[in-house]
Structure formats: structure tokens, C-alpha cells
């Protein structure tokens, strides 16, 4: 079971990574591509969620475009990096996990 988690959250990441090497933020901007709803806050509210502005910045961190990817949102050079750790570690976990070789990194010294 535990693998099937680390597959399905490898596989999303990994996804969401490669979804931002085949679309720039120019495409979400002139509305080429829409990649999610508009956000509920800035809907309702009137005022930006704590994630908005990363899925354009992270197709600008994808791009090579550092500035332009901390103009989307601040965080976004340490997000995009964490991410890609994250699906790594969830798809070498998942790996292991289906051969049998321990579920987490946390089990190796078990």
C-alpha cells in the first residue's frame, strides 16, 4: 500500500514537473493554457492564496527564468527545487518499496 502512495505522489510531482518544461508563463497568461481553476480566494476575496502564482512560477523556474519565476512568487526558488527532491526521494521509495528493499529512508538503519 505504501508503495502505491509513493508511486501515485512520485507520479504527480514528476508530472507536474514535466507539464512545466512544455509550457511557458506567456501560454497561462494570454490563456494558450489553462492548467488550473482560478483560485477561490482571489475570487471571493479579492486577495492573492498563499500558492498563487506558482504554477507560473514554476514553468519560469523550468525555463531558466529565476527573476521573472521570484516575480510569480517568492518562494519559488526553494519550492522548484524541493519539489524535484521530493518526487526523487517518492520515486526511489516506491522503487525499493516494490523490490522488496525497505519503504522509506527512514527504515534503512532499522
Known sequence: MLCLGLSALALM????????????????EAGRVVLSPPCAARLLFGVD??????TRAFCA????ELARAMGYHALAPILYPLTWAGALVSAWGA??????GGAS?????R
Open 13 to 28: 510531482a514528476l508530472g507536474g514537473l514535466l507539464v512545466s518544461f512544455m509550457v511557458t508563463p506567456d501560454d497561462i
Open 49 to 54: 492564496c498563499p500558492i498563487c502564482g506558482l
Open 61 to 64: 523556474m523550468s525555463h531558466g
Open 95 to 100: 522503487v525499493r518499496s516494490a523490490r522488496g
Open 105 to 109: 529512508l527512514g527504515e534503512a538503519g
